[in-house]
């Protein structure tokens, strides 16, 4: 199986603050890595498809990047409805593996 | 509008058995592989396995975690998805989401309990 693993699992931020958020697989996933948003008693969003595709509907404040097993996810100027849980998803691979979490939280 | 609404969660005892169900709308539900996915309270999801389109067949593909114990079907002239658990153990214990290929779109989903 592929392991993702996720940096940093918590990460305390100010609203126009850019973070970034880390996914590195155990092997090349050839840029099959998908990033997905999730808020407390809700479905995953998909904000990033395939590294750096901008699901429709995201703010552009939202980008990835990233190639081999190295993967960034970044928002460029924190919002107050940003914070929550982020995931990392690979689909290269069987079985499909998510990374472990990133908690956002206001500092 | 593309819509997906799990159903069928609920207490079930360990050793037991338990089918969910996902309702699909606003797309050709043929011409898409559907996943299954789940995720403990607090934790990341887990895939549990996918089935494909009218294209390739209707195949199956499991993750290694639950092959053997969980079947996906799907009745496509109701456009629904559906997920059959057997020999459920405390750790099934989820919310239980269904979602389309590329995980683009995921219903609400099911929670799941298994518990004596």
């Known amino acids: 199986d592929i392991q993702m693993t996720q940096s940093p699992s918590f990460l305390s931020a100010s609203v126009g603050d850019r973070v970034t958020i880390n996914c590195k697989a155990s092997?090349?996933?050839?840029?099959?890595l998908n990033w997905y948003q999730q808020k407390l008693g809700e479905a995953p969003k998909r904000l990033i498809y395939?590294?750096?595709n901008l699901q429709t509907g995201i703010p552009s404040r939202f980008s990835g990047s990233g190639s081999g097993t190295d993967y960034t996810l970044t928002i460029s100027s924190l919002q107050p409805e940003d914070f929550a849980t982020y995931f990392c998803l690979q689909h290269n691979s069987f079985p499909l593996t998510f990374g472990s979490g990133t908690k956002l939280e206001i500092k | 509008e593309v819509k997906l609404l799990e159903s069928g969660g609920g207490l079930v005892q360990p050793g037991g058995s338990m089918r969910l169900s996902c309702a699909a709308s606003?797309?050709?539900?043929?011409?898409?592989?559907m996943n299954w996915i789940r995720q403990p309270a607090g934790k990341a999801p887990e895939w549990l396995g996918f089935i494909r389109n009218k294209a390739n067949g209707y195949t199956t593909e499991y993750n290694p975690s639950v092959k053997g114990r969980f079947t996906i079907s799907r009745d496509n002239t109701q456009n629904m998805l559906y997920l059959q658990m057997n020999t459920l153990r405390a750790e099934d214990t989820a919310t239980y989401y269904c979602a389309r290929r590329y995980f683009d779109f995921w219903g609400p989903g099911t929670m799941v309990t298994v518990s004596s």
């Open positions: 092997q090349n996933i050839n840029k099959y």
């Open positions: 395939n590294t750096n």
């Open positions: 606003g797309f050709t539900f043929t011409d898409f592989y």
